[in-house]
């Protein structure tokens, strides 16, 4: 089955220090793997995406992740959090070449605490 | 920002009464969807749509229909709403169903 594991539901850092979201999947076939950020009373936003090539992907907001097939893991690390990363944030795993290409699957989501 | 409007932002009805959610997107993309939010359950999918016409079932679409006539309008309608059905519901669009989806505002429901 397809999946998608995230990590601990809540994660603390203080500003400045680095920031990581863990994120696991399950697939069969070469998967796109996507981060989103959703803040308060809004809609999802794309940070990054993989689908092919270089296995670090760079976003916004000084986000990055990277694909690590052998661990099946796509984490989201950010060097030096600020207090406007404070959010919910959520994996998600698609399979353009399976039968089931007609959706993506989304994990439960890391809210995401910034000490000061 | 992809153009994907939603309406209305807010509701609140009655236990038993009809309510219809509309998503409105100028894109011309051919994948729609709608989700639920809820705490501790995430992003659930409800209906989605391939086309116009085309319409399949999600994981929680149990007491909601969706019709989608013309490209950029994708409804949602509970036929007789329950207090289960209080969320926030979550349009989103996408040019292939493994492409990344873009998210509308959110409608929030409640229902008393």
């Known amino acids: 089955a397809q999946s998608v594991t995230q990590l601990g539901s809540h994660v603390s850092v203080s500003e400045g220090a680095l920031v990581l979201l863990r994120c696991n999947y399950s697939?069969?076939?070469?998967?796109?793997l996507f981060w989103y950020v959703q803040y308060p009373n809004q809609g999802l936003q794309l940070l990054l995406k993989?689908?092919?090539?270089?296995?670090l992907v760079k976003g916004i907001n000084g986000f990055e992740a990277e694909f690590k097939k052998s661990e099946t893991s796509f984490h989201l690390t950010k060097p030096s959090a600020h207090m406007s990363d404070a959010a919910e944030y959520f994996c998600?795993?698609?399979?353009?070449?399976?039968?089931?290409?007609?959706?993506?699957?989304f994990g439960k989501g890391t809210r995401l605490h910034i000490l000061p | 920002d992809a153009g994907i409007t939603q309406s209305p932002r807010h509701k609140v009805t009655e236990t038993g009464t009809p309510v219809t959610l509309r998503c409105h997107q100028t894109?011309?993309?051919?994948?729609m969807y709608w989700y639920r939010q809820d705490p501790g359950h995430g992003l659930r999918l409800i209906h989605y749509?391939?086309?116009?016409?085309?319409?399949d079932k999600g994981e929680v679409s149990d007491g909601y229909s969706v019709s989608r006539s013309k490209t950029e309008d994708f409804l949602l309608t509970l036929e007789s709403a329950t207090s289960s059905q209080t969320s926030v519901y979550f349009c989103?669009?996408?040019?292939?169903?493994?492409?990344?989806?873009?998210f509308g505002p959110g409608t929030r429901l409640t229902v008393t």
């Open positions: 697939s069969s076939v070469p998967p796109y």
């Open positions: 998600a795993v698609s399979h353009p070449w399976s039968n089931r290409d007609d959706k993506i699957i």
């Open positions: 989103a669009i996408s040019s292939q169903g493994y492409n990344e989806q873009y």
């Open positions: 894109e011309n993309h051919r994948y």
């Open positions: 993989y689908t092919t090539g270089a296995t």
């Open positions: 749509s391939y086309g116009v016409k085309d319409t």
